[in-house]
């Protein structure tokens, strides 16, 4: 389980963009979005980096927090 911040990330459709961009990395990937601290909590097998590069070719650049 990681925690990873997305300062983008403002709204549903955000959400459904970073998922989509997710499960092409982990089809079973567990994604848990908080817009109001602008994170998501994600569950999968894939390493940081591949969530990461995921994260940023969807134009949602990410860190992870520790």
């Known amino acids: 389980m990681s925690v990873f911040?997305?300062?983008?990330?403002?709204?549903?459709?955000?959400?459904?963009?970073?998922?989509?961009?997710?499960?092409a990395v982990?089809?079973?990937?567990?994604v848990t979005p908080d817009l109001e601290k602008r994170s998501i909590l994600i569950r999968t097998q894939a390493g940081d980096e591949a969530v990461?590069?995921?994260?940023?070719?969807a134009g949602y650049p990410a860190q992870k927090q520790s």
């Open 5 to 23: 911040s997305v300062p983008d990330m403002s709204c549903s459709h955000c959400v459904t963009t970073i998922t989509e961009a997710l499960e």
């Open 26 to 30: 982990d089809d079973a990937i567990e």
């Open 52 to 57: 990461m590069k995921a994260l940023l070719d």
